[in-house]
T-cell receptor, first 115, second 117 residues
């Protein structure tokens, strides 16, 4: 079974600074997808970024980028130029390529951006 | 507007009193799913449905039932709720097939907070 671990229950960062959230996963699969979701106080689940395991290039979306280390089974999220609106719970998620509907989530990291 | 709608948003009830949380999506999605979110555990899948009349257990199905009689609706049923089912519940939907290939693999509802006393 796949497991996803987020070792940082809480983190904080000053506005405009950069912060990195860590995520590791355990799988014997070679092809899979990884995601970061953001859950603001409104409780919505918002997709932040997606990475396909067979792609070596790290995904980026504006101020959000990932450091995908396949051999180390690590998938960290870097948020540059942090904004107050980035304050939220962040969940890392894993999905096997051949089981498109089985998404596993980590326990989450609560990020607070301080003014 | 494309959305997943859950009702109710909040519910406090007592042990053993049957309840249903409704979920409806207007995107003609084949796939729908229910998750529960608990502190320190993230989101765990309860049940999912690939299409009408097709449902399967997720990681934590005990104590829950679902039905998929129509494509747009996927209600979550607690026949005899217990305090350990106190949680935040999310319904999600997506197009069938490869979730990872879509830029928005799953659309989530706004959540339902259940408290079972």
């Amino acid at each position: 079974a796949q497991t996803v671990t987020q070792s940082q229950p809480e983190m904080s960062v000053q506005e405009a600074e950069t912060v990195t959230l860590s995520c590791t996963y355990d799988t014997s699969e070679s092809n899979y997808y990884l995601f970061w979701y953001k859950q603001p106080p409104s409780r919505q689940m918002i997709l932040v970024i997606r990475q396909e395991a067979y792609k070596q290039q790290n995904a980026t979306e504006n101020r959000f980028s990932v450091n995908f280390q396949k051999a180390a089974k690590s998938f960290s999220l870097k948020i540059s130029d942090s904004q107050l609106g980035d304050t939220a719970m962040y969940f890392c998620a894993f999905m096997k390529h051949d089981n498109n509907n089985d998404m596993r989530f980590g326990a989450g990291t609560r990020l607070t951006v301080k003014p | 507007e494309a959305q997943v709608t859950q009702n109710p948003r909040y519910l406090i009830t007592v042990t053993g009193k049957k309840l249903t949380v409704t979920c409806s999506q207007n995107m003609n999605h084949e796939y729908m799913s229910w998750y529960r979110q608990d502190p320190g555990l993230g989101l765990r899948q309860i049940y999912y449905s690939m299409n009408v009349e097709v449902t399967d257990k997720g990681d934590v199905p005990e104590g829950y039932k679902v039905s998929r009689k129509e494509k747009r609706n996927f209600p979550l049923i607690l026949e005899s709720p217990s305090p350990n089912q106190t949680s935040l519940y999310f319904c999600a939907s997506s197009l069938a097939g490869n979730l990872g290939a879509s830029n928005q693999p799953q659309h989530f509802g706004d959540g339902t907070r259940l408290s079972i006393l």
